[in-house]
């Protein structure tokens, strides 16, 4: 018996989309830093984990669009313990979300390599092909905005400049 199956409809301009929509709120946070003439800590705090957590939503809303067009990608991921993962979700949840989940919490734990080797199994659209001053920066990064968010602490020189700095590398990793 022939098994009709539904065609998997993919557009790579959706995910051109996210990583335009990325790069475009970015350059609107690029755009209002040279326009303020003094930021107060709370908020150059604030953007500084801001940016971050718009990398992070990226490749997590890229990873999962590639996931549903195609489920099939599931089998290049190396699940190291099922029973947790499974056991985290409700029994409806779908696959696909348990495993965007999963990818989306290792970021607070993985290392920006293993993230972007791990992004680039699915997505394969060459994250993981960043020069490793980038991934250096970026791992730097991540550490900070962790330091900020879970302790407080941060750089004694955060200001403008350094904000900028982060934006730039974010982008330019985008668009690699």
């Known amino acids: 018996m022939n098994v009709i199956s539904k065609p998997n409809i993919f557009i790579i301009s959706d995910i051109q989309k996210i990583f335009n929509s990325t790069v475009e709120d970015l350059e609107t946070i690029e755009q209002d830093l040279k326009s303020m003439t ?13 940016i971050y957590s718009i ?39 779908p696959l696909v979300e348990m495993v965007a989940s999963t990818f989306a919490r290792d970021f607070a734990y993985g290392g920006i390599n293993d993230i972007l080797n791990n992004y680039n199994k699915i997505v394969q659209i060459g994250l993981n092909t960043i020069d490793d001053q980038i991934k250096t920066e970026l791992e730097k990064y991540k550490n ?30 985008l668009k690699e």
């Not at 003094?38 to 801001?50: C, E």
């Not at 990608?73 to 947790?84: P, V």
Request: charged share 20%.
């Open 38 to 50: 003094y930021m107060s800590s709370w908020i150059l705090k604030s953007t500084y984990v801001h």
């Open 55 to 93: 990398f992070e939503a990226t490749l997590y809303q890229t990873y999962y669009k590639i996931l549903l067009a195609f489920p099939d990608t599931i089998k290049n991921i190396k699940i190291d313990n099922i029973g947790d993962m499974v056991s985290s979700h409700s029994l409806m949840t």
């Open 144 to 173: 900070e905005r962790n330091l900020l968010v879970h302790q407080g602490m941060l750089l004694n020189n955060l200001n403008q400049d350094v904000i900028s700095k982060r934006i730039k590398l974010i982008k330019n990793t």
